[in-house]
């Protein structure tokens, strides 16, 4: 008999879902039915296996209306915004896309003697490892291009959205995807890692924290399995003298906030030009003031309450902490603040990178702005951090936006936009947030292993 994995609802911290993990024995009998069915599924027509994909993909969209609901008992984002099938269908679709020309053979050369080219050879067994906070649209960016390639996939999703990985299995399984070539299970830690360790999967990509991608890599020690990573972020925004301060703003602050701050990439630190400090702060403080925190089941409510109480327990006691060293929060509590899940918005001056809440990944609604006086001094500020996601410049200037780029240690520049996955780019990071990258024609290479092939015609 496994554990009970037990899913705790933000709302009023009731039991939302609740489901058994499974014995390390059957847990090895599902992968090791996924590692038998991968070369027939593999063998199938490129086109058949994009197809199958896409059809799954919209049979979660059919799923919508109790999907929505369901996400906000799970982890808290308010029904308002329709949860997150856009982007996974975006992001799916781009996948689909280009699969032909990202997964076709690489001519080296051809002449009567040889011929020599290099294939996309899938890896076998794929483990996605999803998180909560984004949990449809994270598990697709890995799922659907590693189906795609002729992998067989185990989704094992986080215990905040206990439901994702089921509803997603059924999905893909009711458009005619075998049950044995995309599976979720409900895994320990402990079987997890015993798996990996046991080379039961041949590439394993996590989304998560920092300790959880340790784990990982942890168990896949000496076994040669790939281990793609997506771990913290710290993620800077930039407003340069020549910014359009209304939509610097808008964007950032929509980007600190929004989904409680829970966004792998979200904005966690503003670097302002001293010429437009006062007014941008100005404007910050007045676009908070005017969030309804509440329950994310009711229309009105803009802002939902975090996850689970632990983690809003982190982020209050960055708040405090830097507030006790001489921050200024410029957001009274909302009356709806309940010391719980339920945190009121936060927007802090005065703060340094001696604070942790400018330091430590807060992944919550709270954001620090500093007063800047030049490029260099938040090139050295935006680097001035263990993580490395992205970051979001904003300026009227291309070639600057550019130069200060390439100077930031970031898997992303942003201009004059944030908080924004383009499935066309490859998804990265640097430093402490981890290695390997997803989507675009990059995410294809990394859930394939290349095979070459040296062919001579004749030998005489």
């Known amino acids: 008999m496994g554990q009970t994995l037990k899913c705790i609802s933000p709302i009023d911290g009731s039991v939302y ?52 609901p369901e996400l906000a008992h799970m982890m808290g984002r308010p029904v308002r915004y329709g949860g997150e099938f856009g982007g996974f269908k975006e992001r799916a679709s781009h996948m689909a896309q280009i699969a032909t020309e990202a997964l076709a053979d690489i001519q080296v050369g051809e002449d009567v003697t040889f011929k ?24 697709i960016n890995t799922v659907a291009p590693a189906l795609i390639a002729g992998n067989t996939v185990v989704l094992k999703h986080a215990t905040q959205t206990l439901l994702v ?9 009711s458009a005619g995807i075998p049950a044995d070539v995309f599976q979720n299970m409900f895994l320990d830690h402990d079987t997890t890692s015993a798996l990996i360790a046991d080379r039961a999967f041949d590439f394993v990509n996590f989304t998560g924290s920092v300790g959880g991608g340790q784990a990982m890599e942890r168990a896949a020690a000496g076994t040669f399995t790939g281990v793609g990573t997506e771990l913290g972020g710290k993620d800077p925004g930039y407003v340069m003298e020549d910014a359009d301060l209304d939509a610097a703003v808008d964007t950032l602050i929509d980007g600190a906030m929004f989904n409680a701050g829970q966004c792998c990439c979200g904005i966690e630190r503003i670097y302002v030009h001293e010429s437009l400090y006062d007014a941008f702060v100005e ?3 007045a676009i908070v003031n005017t969030y309804k925190l509440g329950n994310p089941l009711e229309a009105e409510t803009t802002i939902g309450p975090m996850a689970n109480v632990r983690f809003a327990a982190e982020v209050r006691s960055q708040i405090a902490e830097a507030v006790a060293a001489g921050a200024v929060a410029h957001i009274a509590a909302f009356a709806e ?9 936060q927007i802090l001056t005065n703060v340094t990178h001696d604070m942790r809440v400018m330091r430590d990944e807060s992944f919550g609604p709270v954001v620090g702005i500093m007063k800047v006086s030049s490029d260099a001094e938040a090139i050295d500020l935006m680097n001035d951090s263990e993580f490395g996601l992205t970051a979001s410049l904003w ?57 070459s092939y040296h062919l001579k015609k004749v030998t005489g």
């Not at 603040?337 to 918005?345: E, M, N, Q, R, V």
Request: charged share 20%; glycine share 10%; aromatic share 8%.
């Open 17 to 68: 879902a609740e489901r058994e993990t499974l014995p390390p024995e059957a847990a090895a009998e599902r992968v090791t039915a996924a590692r038998a069915a991968q070369a027939a599924w593999a063998a199938r027509p490129l086109q058949e296996r994009v197809d199958l994909v896409m059809a799954g993909v919209a049979a979660v969209g059919a799923m919508n209306d109790d999907i929505v």
């Open 116 to 139: 020599r080219y290099i294939k996309h050879v899938p890896h076998g067994v794929v483990l996605v490892v999803a998180p909560w906070n984004y949990p449809y649209m994270t598990a």
């Open 165 to 173: 990985g089921e509803r997603m299995a059924q999905a893909f399984q």
């Open 283 to 285: 404007k910050a403080v």
């Open 337 to 345: 603040d309940d010391g719980g899940a339920y945190l009121t918005p």
């Open 395 to 451: 300026t009227g200037d291309v070639e600057r936006a550019t130069r200060v780029g390439d100077q930031i240690e970031t898997g992303t520049v942003f201009m004059n936009r944030a908080d924004y996955l383009d499935p066309g780019l490859c998804w990265t990071g640097c430093k402490n947030t981890g290695r390997g990258g997803g989507l675009s024609v990059i995410g294809y290479h990394n859930l394939t292993r290349p095979k």
